[in-house]
């Protein structure tokens, strides 16, 4: 695995907070930039992909957005 991505438990333990409170947000379109790994489910499945955070640089500002971005061409 990439050294730039981490896992939810991994921002989670960095962050101080829930790995549950992280997908609350991706549910809701906040928090920090993620990609979802492997491919897309068909219409009306479950999505079960593994989903990995992106490291963020120091230099940016610590405002949180919501880049989802597809991994996999429909």
Do not use: F
Request: proline share 7%.
């Amino acid at each position: 695995m990439s050294d730039d991505l981490l896992t939810p438990s991994e921002l989670a333990v960095m962050l101080g907070m829930s790995v549950r409170t992280l997908a609350n947000w991706r549910s809701t379109g906040k928090g920090p930039p993620y990609v979802k790994i492997g491919v897309e489910p068909p219409e009306g499945h479950q999505d079960r992909r593994k989903v990995r955070y992106q490291r963020q640089n120091r230099g940016k500002s610590g405002a949180l957005a919501h880049k989802y971005r597809r991994t996999v061409a429909r």
